[in-house]
């Protein structure tokens, strides 16, 4: 009955929005738990990637957790310097922390669902009025994000009730729906002002560079939150807590701490003004993504969508090719280009790796150059961590992105024809190692020259690194064979998957020093290591192509 009020207050069908709500996230939900005919068959179950994302976004909230538990802990002391104490600091961070991944998810996962195209065709000829079809999105999206900010904020809950009490605990539970929503209706009414400012004819390339900027953002986001809490724990030990500073309360992430701070006692004149800028910014937000988010926006999405564009002249028509790839390699990569070009989705997904590489890069040369890892051995260069998590991490995500696509129904020719799709899953593989892992190679090359001054442990560090991503890949695709852009993006799976792909990545980086201790102590071992890389290098895809070839002729067409 409440829900109904506020339904019919907002001038929206209290009907048609509970229907049409309830079928969206029935579809979606169903397609989640792998329903559909070859979807669990083509690519492991569908509801196994659910889970594994919520378990991925779970163990986002223990970091979260652990972060707020800490700073809140710290920031309590007695000192006339510190302006703001208590939980504010820690609020602010782990909100910081809620948002990010809120957002990135929304950006990766969830961005179908702001920006269907397919809205208006179906709705355009239902008595439906704007504002119904503005809460039946906003509903639908709200849905995943606050489940989003519940796993990855929620476990926060624990710390700050056993450090604050229930009030406390309360207070940071509404900070986090809070920001969760905030978010939400910021990303909305960023691709609703792009829609108004850009011609529908360029809205996915606009959309697209958007997409990197934040991407970058998000990826740089917890490196330079860490530079920034550094020093603050280094003064909490000469000072016996951390201060926050004065500008502090002046952030959107501290508006909604504040609701933390005022349930724990923590009372500050500028608290409650800052809780009401926190509830003003949400209306604010409301209102402009209620005025843009229409049908209206829904018919110009369709009209981007269905738009003609000049057919471009190929490469080969513009000048020869030089290099003549093997006809199978020639076909992936043929599809790998030809998805860059017209896929939002990959293309962002490709194109975020290179800026947060030199983001990554700068931020590791902050104190000078990088160390050399054949002259401090071992963990003594663990200043070059940065750069290997980016060297093996990123073309493993970016492998993640070569097998789901809005496209994949194009995918039946790989299934009706007389393919060998173990030998389409191999060169899947080589294709990263073409296209991503070599072109690092040459940047990494270039970046160790500059730091180690020493040319030939350039060149051996930057080989080693490629070897191993490319092995990275090839263990990857032994265990998980598809075919490339032949499953359906799923709501919810794919950020949670690319952050399961970075992980593994940020594993490998964080023991590589191990083996690299060893292999770099001796002119001898470093040569022998570099052969049994390349010779395993070049075993594997061959081995990979057996390996997969019995399970690859079991998959079945997923559209």
Known sequence: MIIRRLVEAFGADHVQWRVLTRVMLKSDFRGATGVSMGASSSGGSNKGVLVGAMIMYFLMGVYVAMIV?????????????????????????????????????VLIDFQSVVISPDDYEILAHQPLSSRTYFLVKLANVLVYTLIIGGLVGGVATFPVLFMAGPLAALGWLGAVAGVTVATTLAIICVYATLLRLVNPDRLRRALSYVHVVLIMAMFGAPVFMTEVLEPLFDIAQERGGIPAPPWLIAAPPAWFASLLALAAGEWNVTYPVAALA?????????????????????????QAATVSRPRARSASARRPARVRLPPELSVIATLVRGQFRDDMTFRLGVLGMLPATLLYFFMAVRDGPLPDPFVELGFSAMGLWLLHFAAIGFPLATLETLFRSESFPASWIFFST?????????????????????????????????????????????????????LAIQFMLLAAPRLPFSLPTKKGGRMGTLVGMIVVGMVIALFLPLALWVAYSRTAFTIAYIAVLALAAVLMPAAVRRGVRSRVERLEFAG
Not at 89 to 104: C, F, K, R, S, Y
Not at 282 to 295: K, N, T
Request: aromatic share 10%.
């Open 69 to 105: 538990g800490f700073t809140v802990w710290m920031s309590g002391s007695d000192s006339a310097e510190i302006v703001h104490r208590g939980t504010l600091l820690g609020g602010t961070v782990g909100l910081t922390m809620v948002g990010m991944i809120v957002g990135m998810a």
């Open 418 to 470: 007389p393919a060998d799709r173990a030998n389409l899953v191999m060169n899947a593989g080589l294709c990263v190692t073409l296209f991503m892992i070599v072109p690092f190679m040459v940047l990494f090359l270039g970046i160790f020259a500059w730091s180690f001054g020493d040319l030939w442990h350039a060149a051996a560090h930057a080989l080693v690194l490629g070897l191993i991503a490319h």
């Open 278 to 302: 926190a509830a003003g910014s949400i209306a604010v937000l409301l209102h402009y993504a209620r005025s843009r988010l229409s049908l209206a926006y829904a018919e110009n999405l369709a």
